[in-house]
């Protein structure tokens, strides 16, 4: 097989590395001629070509499926713009927001709700429009959290990092800064002792890796998240419910296993947004609901993340979990579907 030694960024270069098939590529090209592609050498190392139904494979690799649009899909599904009072920042919630610092990735997933708003080429929140951005978060007081997203926060050198996370600490009412990434998994190499030491400042710093299912979890991406750990930054993980990635228990199971391995603890699963071109990818809520209701009781409560739903238009997310409690608050159920008694829930 020829040596992946680079990110692919091209059909025809997924081609050349045998990750598709040659019959593939012109229906792939047209796909990539509207998103974005990029598969690091960490992940396609991780791909089964002989699999045609690869969980890796299905994350990253380009489908036709993709230019299909849907009558209820959107380019910006969870409303970033109708909350954006500055450029770069989004303040959809009272006490935090984001900071959209870059709007390029290591690696573009398939599913990506930005996927209309990143890319090669986008540009990142520099110089003027960075100042405007921290100036409105300083002078916000009711901001307790930042959490920077984009793109990929950590495809910024340690310098420009450390400049931000330097900055963001120094305002007063700031007391914690959320990083979400997918490099410790798609780049693991960019974990380095420098970009580790941007990230402290004295302020609570989590870092919250992004990642869909136990394979990408290998040994160079648990070196790398152990790096960020043991220099005492805490991680949480999200992940999103993805047909033919990770919708039965077993498999769900085993990612959030695998991730408390990690010292890792499971916070979100995300339900799929409705981006264009990602129907296949979506499960019904009822499947979700399903999935996590097995979940509970048969893996720990270290293994259970919060199943949510970003309510289209920008209006926040919603916890859409199993419900246990009847319609009159008289009974519970347990884990494994048994009802029970409870007249104390009733008052």
Request: net charge positive.
């Amino acid at each position: 097989m020829p040596a992946r030694d680079k990110t692919l960024r091209s059909a025809s270069e997924l081609v050349e590395a045998q990750v598709i098939k040659p019959e593939r590529l012109a229906g792939l090209q047209k796909v990539a001629a509207r998103y974005a592609v990029a598969i690091t050498p960490a992940l396609a190392d991780l791909i089964d070509t002989a699999n045609p139904h690869d969980p890796i494979a299905r994350q990253f690799v380009p489908d036709e499926r993709e230019l299909e649009t849907h009558a209820q899909e959107n380019g910006d599904p969870i409303g970033d713009e109708a909350h954006s009072p500055v450029a770069g920042v989004v303040h959809r919630y009272p006490d935090r927001v984001l900071l959209k610092l870059v709007n390029a990735c290591a690696v573009y997933c398939r599913f990506c709700f930005r996927r209309e708003m990143v890319g090669p080429g986008r540009g990142a929140l520099t110089g003027a429009a960075l100042t405007t951005a921290l100036d409105y978060i300083a002078r916000t007081s009711q901001i307790w959290e930042v959490i920077l997203t984009g793109g990929d926060p950590l495809l910024l050198s340690p310098r420009r990092l450390k400049d931000v996370m330097t900055r963001l600490a120094a305002i007063d009412h700031v007391k914690v800064i959320r990083i979400h990434t997918r490099v410790p998994i798609a780049a693991p190499e960019r974990v380095t002792a420098a970009s580790v030491r941007a990230l402290r400042t004295g302020k609570a710093t989590f870092l919250v890796l992004h990642a869909n299912h136990a394979h990408e979890l290998g040994e160079k991406a648990r070196a790398a998240c152990a790096r960020v750990i043991d220099a005492g930054i805490p991680m949480l993980s999200q992940s999103v419910l993805l047909r033919g990635v990770n919708d039965d228990v077993g498999t769900l199971g085993a990612l959030m296993r695998a991730l408390v391995e990690c010292r890792i603890k499971p916070y979100y699963l995300h339900h799929a947004d409705l981006a264009p071109g990602t129907a296949h990818f979506r499960t019904t809520i009822a499947e979700g609901q399903e999935i996590m209701r097995a979940l509970r009781g048969r893996y720990s409560g270290l293994c259970q993340p919060q199943y949510v739903l970003d309510i289209p238009g920008g209006h926040g997310k919603s916890p859409i979990g199993p419900n246990y409690l009847s319609p009159d608050r008289t009974e519970i159920t347990d884990f494994k579907g048994a009802r029970h008694a409870y007249a104390a829930a009733a008052r």
